[in-house]
């Protein structure tokens, strides 16, 4: 190292001169120390040429210097690898070589020792490195480089130089160039950006799995990190295997050209391949075998700004024109219900219309109607229905003491109707009789009920603060660690359709998430829309509003809305940076828009009945409870398995018992004894069917499906533990839902065009989105480098990929789905409650 430090990079005279004089001071300088060495070293000065292969023999006693010189433009950039190959197998004492450039030292050994994990070690005989080529301010310059051998071996130890020109060392714009690295023979490129490119994707791809290797982005400096084990030392890098893809942009390169580096790693742990045995010694070396891989790469241009904004102004379009639809409804209603107004009072005023009405006694003592076909239309079954509940309002006494009621119920609490022994009794004998009827369990104060219900929205709006303050902080976080650190197998993006903005490093997954914010927002503007209608009906004591159809209560509408909303930003949120320890923010909404859905399924039929919303959302924390511990400790682990199949079905168990029987049982010491006699007095004194055969039927099936559920999990315990609890929860609302249909039909209600539309679309698009859905881009069940191999380019606008349309497509089936919910039951507005069965 000595003689190193001696030698000069700059030469004022020619070659030979400079060269001599070098050689002179440095042979000097050892013939001085050899009496404090003890020994006299030899140094040997070769002119090198390039394209070469030198075999010589190096030992303690000798040191060879080999002196090289070319030509260096500032348009062409030539690159010069070094190949060295050492013939004997002297592990102890290596060969050392080192590289002297103008402005960079290269040094390895050799045999090169390579470390993997848990401390093996790979010996590497044979080497090749790139040596790094500053830039030149001059037009053409002369540069002079020296490969200096030694060793501390007193024995001969024969090797193979060789220096060569590397041809096509710049890489061209979209021309693939192959060529073949190891872990002892890394590969790098030079790129520089042309006129009027200030973004390129940079793609790297293999026909071979393995061996396992790592592509990095580098700016143009000395020196250039390309062994296994300092690559993730500067710039952009990523593992993979048969793909890998970089986004680089010129303002990241301040000298407008960048260095591709590929390496082979020298395990493939990284890349989920198989690890080797342990060694029996520590320092015993470990034979790596033939680990060369033959790679691709091809830098393209990414899209320019002009398909960021095609790509914004048509996710906005898609869903304002949504916005346009729903206003040309509302105005076709109005316009509708005006007309239908307006011949109801002909109707009610009109003599003529009257007179046409002849009424006669028939035998039983009442009178017949015979009315005249012309005389008939579709507003006829509203003006009986109207008139039935004005005669039932009369009778009831309900005109006389409805204002009386609503001024007195500002202190009403709903506790107030179960307090008493004799309520709870009435609620017994009404909730258990064998055929219900909507009024049933519609008992309770409609004000006291809607209170209830409007905690919901409450709720869900301070559990959304709370929830999602931290979660835009971490992911934050997240993005920033990735951009200091270069490390790209952080987050598990699709790299061959991610568009970077500002320091989001895959913007067009974030802007598909705005599709369930704008129609979480226009599903608010519609439940907010009825709101205000039903509570003008009920301010002007219409009949309909008060005494039939399903109780109107929207609490639980505005909650999903407010859900449908968080779930694009947190949707959002997780595409910042997709891993596995974040992917709860992409699921938890989720969990709440399904468990809400199913709640407003329920409280349809059972506004009385239904769970209150403290004890709905402690359910469903319970539920992300769960999902969190599946993520961090559910991977491959029985006992937790065990656990939560328990769990699983012992709340169906629960719950089934409780729709059953309304909520009218007790869980307590006695449940035991109770459910003895019942099996004694039902099944074995004498076999009767079940009390409740609809209810009975949707529970088995419910059981049924849980219980596979549960015996899946537990035989298969699948990875992604976050997206099997949202399947269970999905395959509940999917049956409740189809139950709900089936009996609705059943019943002799019908479907009302608007929702059977809204049916039949929301099916369609589900179908659609479901497909996109299952194309699997991405996945954080496996590693980085293998998730990548799932990556695909775009295929919408060359902006958006299979998931962003699924973002569309899902928002958009979601925001169907809340519809449907909403109008499936608008015929039933002119039935009297007692006459709409309860299932």
């Known amino acids: 190292m000595l003689l190193g430090s001696l030698w000069k990079s700059r030469y004022k005279t020619t070659f030979g001169t400079a060269a001599g004089f070098l050689l002179f001071l440095c042979v000097a300088l050892l013939a001085s120390g050899s009496g404090a060495l003890g020994e006299t070293k030899n140094v040997i000065q070769k002119d090198g040429e390039f394209d070469v292969t030198y075999n010589d023999t190096v030992t303690s006693e000798n040191q060879t210097i080999y002196a090289f010189n070319h030509t260096v433009s500032r348009t062409k950039t030539e690159g010069v690898r070094v190949s060295v190959d050492v013939l004997s197998q002297n592990h102890k004492s290596p060969i050392l070589f080192v590289v002297r450039q103008k402005q960079a030292v290269l040094s390895f ?126 710039g952009m890098y990523q593992t993979m295997t048969k793909k890998g893809a970089i986004t680089v942009q010129r303002k990241d390169f301040p000298s407008n050209s960048f260095y591709v580096v590929v390496v082979v790693k020298t395990e493939d742990e990284a890349c989920g391949g198989p690890l080797r045995f342990y060694p029996l010694r520590p320092d015993e070396l470990i034979d790596a075998g033939n680990r060369s891989k033959t790679l691709n790469v091809v830098v393209s241009p990414a899209i320019k700004s002009e398909v960021y904004v095609m790509g914004m102004l048509f996710c906005l379009g898609i869903f304002l024109s949504f916005y346009l639809l729903t206003l040309l409804v509302a105005c076709l209603e109005k316009k509708r219900a005006k007309r239908r107004e307006t011949f109801q009072n002909i109707v009610d005023t009109s003599p003529a219309e009257t007179g046409k009405i002849a009424a006669s006694p028939n035998e039983y003592g009442s009178l017949d109607s015979t009315v005249s076909s012309e005389a008939i239309t579709e507003s006829a079954p509203s003006i009986d229905s109207a008139t039935s509940a004005d005669n039932y309002m009369e009778r009831s006494g309900w005109k006389n003491i409805g204002r009386t009621r609503q001024e007195s119920l500002s202190s009403i609490e709903e506790d ?73 197998d952080i987050c598990y993006y699709n790299f061959m359709c991610a568009h970077p903005l500002g320091a989001l490093s895959a913007f067009n997954n974030i802007l598909s998430n705005l599709g369930y914010v704008m129609l979480g927002l226009l599903f ?27 109780p109107k209560h929207f609490g639980l509408f505005y909650a999903m809305g407010t859900a449908l909303m968080m779930e694009g930003l947190l949707s959002a949120c997780y595409h910042v940076c997709p891993n596995y320890t974040n992917f709860q923010f992409d699921t938890s909404f989720m969990y709440m828009i399904a468990g809400l859905c199913m709640l407003k399924l329920y409280q349809k039929r059972h506004p009385d009945i239904n769970a209150s919303a403290y004890t709905a959302y402690a359910c469903l924390a319970a539920v992300i409870f769960f999902s969190v511990l599946g993520v961090v400790f559910g991977r491959g682990n029985t006992g937790f398995w065990i656990v939560f199949s328990v769990i699983h079905i012992l709340a169906t168990l629960l719950l089934s018992t409780q729709l059953y029987y309304m909520g009218r049982w007790r869980l307590d010491s006695g449940i035991l004894r109770r459910m003895v006699y019942v099996v004694y007095t039902d099944c074995i004194r004498q076999c009767t069917g079940p009390m409740y ?127 449907v919910l909403l109008t499936m039951d608008d015929d039933l507005d002119t039935v009297q409650r007692d006459k709409i069965y309860v299932f």
Not at 140 to 166: A, I, K
Request: proline share 3%; hydrophobic share 45%.
């Open 109 to 234: 050994q050799v045999p090169l020792i390579l470390r993997g994990l848990y401390q093996r070690k790979y010996p590497y005989n044979h080497l090749g490195r790139t040596l790094c080529q500053p830039p030149t301010r001059a037009a053409s310059e002369t540069q002079y480089f020296f490969v200096d051998v030694s060793t501390l071996s007193s024995q001969g130890t024969n090797y193979q130089l060789r220096v060569s020109r590397v041809e096509s060392f710049t890489l061209q714009t979209d021309t693939t160039f192959s060529f073949t690295a190891s872990p002892s023979q890394p590969q790098y490129f030079k790129y520089v950006f042309p006129e009027g490119v200030d973004t390129v994707i940079v793609k790297v791809s293999s026909d071979m799995n393995f061996p396992c290797s790592v592509m990095s982005i580098q700016d143009i400096q000395c020196p250039v990190y390309d062994l296994d084990n300092n690559v993730a030392f500067i």
């Open 416 to 488: 107030d109707y179960d307090t008493l022994d004799d309520i709870d009794s009435d609620k017994n004998i009404v909730r258990t009789k064998k055929y219900l009827c909507v009024s049933d369990l519609s008992r309770k104060d409609k004000r006291v009920l809607s209170k209830k219900y409007q905690i919901y929205f409450w709720n869900i709006a301070t559990i959304a603060v709370f929830y999602a303050l931290p979660v835009v902080q971490l992911v934050i976080t997240y993005q920033t660690v990735v951009n200091v650190t270069g490390n790209q």
């Open 524 to 550: 608010l503007l519609i439940v907010l829309k009825r709101d205000i209608v039903h509570n003008r009906a009920l301010a002007c004591s219409e009949v309909n509003a008060l005494e039939c159809g399903i």
């Open 693 to 819: 055969i609809d209810r009975m039927v949707l529970l088995v099936m419910g059981n049924i499906v849980n219980w596979s559920l549960a015996a899946y999990g537990l035989i298969e315990r699948p990875n992604d533990f976050a997206s099997y609890l949202l399947a269970i929860a999905i395959c509940n609302l999917l049956l409740y839902f189809a139950f709900y249909i089936i009996m609705k039909l059943r019943s002799g209600e019908r479907i009302q065009c608007l929702a059977l539309v809204a049916i039949v679309f929301t099916a369609v698009v589900w179908a659609f989105a479901l497909y996109f859905f299952f194309q699997g881009l991405s996945t954080w069940q496996k590693t980085p480098a293998e998730s990548r191999e799932h990556n695909r380019d775009c295929i919408l606008l060359s902006f958006f990929d299979d998931h962003d349309i699924w973002h569309f497509l899902s928002s958009i089936a979601m925001f169907g789905s809340f519809l």
